[in-house]
């Protein structure tokens, strides 16, 4: 798809009034009216998930982020409140972030760490006897990153994949670029777009473009596609930082391309796609 024909497409997606895009995405796009009942919302379609998991008989995979993190503390009050034993849960996180050097991971005690705060985000606020071993929480590493798709195909695939979605259409670290939607785990240049709303919307680094991490390792497009399911999220933190409306309806309506990688998923067998009404609201300028 040409910048063009993506622009034009835009234009006329952001015209449409909430209810029609909604109409459009055919049962794909659920809203909420508030960003409390999207997390719960989230925490509790997770936590069903994992309660399927523990009444099997086998250990069954997920792809998870570390952002958005409102859903965790609610997932684990949710596991601890139904005392939900996660042995049959295998977690293969989405991505982190590098050293621009060396490609080695950051280290768990930078503040931008998704190693580091997943601890106390989640894992330690469930009762250990309900947590499962360490071996099934996996992050992708520079060790790893060639058999992580073995991994995933010996494990029996991957349920759900969960995930947020950036301001240029990606999900994981999976940047707009030539085949993004058959690739696989790699360390990847971090797109400048995606690099600019990180530093300035959650990290508590005040836009430290300078010293931003350049670099990431993410899980391949091509597992979360192959995903059984998907789950995916996007939304306007603040109602003052409005920069999530337009890749949330190119999401639920974009022509697949590469892009804007999530549009990948538009034609996923089991696709939803969860917001909330301020974010799916068109936007009061359409340039």
């Known amino acids: 798809m040409t910048q063009k024909q993506r622009a034009k497409e835009v234009r006329e997606i952001l015209a449409l009034d909430t209810d029609e ?3 459009r995405a055919k049962g794909q796009l659920i809203l909420f009216p508030t960003l409390d009942e999207v997390y719960d919302y989230l925490a ?13 008989d086998k250990i069954v995979s997920f792809i998870m982020p570390v952002g958005p993190t409102q859903p965790y503390r609610l997932m684990a009050e949710k596991i601890n409140y139904r005392q939900l034993n996660l042995k049959n849960v295998r977690f293969f996180f989405m991505d982190e972030y590098v050293d621009d050097a060396k490609d080695k991971l950051i280290p768990m ?7 580091g ?8 606020r469930i009762r250990p006897d309900l947590l499962m071993p360490k071996k099934q929480i996996i992050f992708p590493s520079p060790e790893n990153i060639k058999d992580l798709p073995k991994m995933i195909k010996d494990a029996g695939g991957i349920e759900v994949c969960y995930g947020g979605i950036g301001i240029h259409g990606h999900v994981a670290f999976n940047e707009p670029g030539p085949g993004v939607a058959k690739s696989n785990p790699r360390i990847l240049e971090i797109n400048d777009f995606t690099r600019t709303i990180d530093s300035t919307r959650h990290s508590g680094v005040g836009g430290n473009l300078e010293n931003f991490p350049r ?4 899980m391949g497009m091509k597992q979360c596609l192959e995903a059984r399911k998907m789950l995916l999220m996007t939304r306007n933190e603040t109602p ?15 022509k697949p391309g590469d892009d804007y990688p999530v549009t990948h998923a538009r034609y996923h067998k089991n696709l939803r796609i969860v917001s909330d009404y301020g974010t799916a609201q068109k936007p009061k300028y359409n340039i």
């Open 21 to 23: 895009l909604v109409k």
């Open 44 to 56: 509790e379609e997770m936590v069903n998930e994992f309660q399927k998991a523990a009444e099997g």
């Open 109 to 115: 005690t930078s503040p931008l760490s998704f190693r």
């Open 117 to 124: 705060q997943i601890g106390p985000l989640l894992f330690n």
């Open 215 to 218: 670099r990431a390792i993410t």
């Open 240 to 254: 003052t930082f409005l920069w999530a409306n337009t890749i949330l309806r190119i999401a639920a309506l974009g």
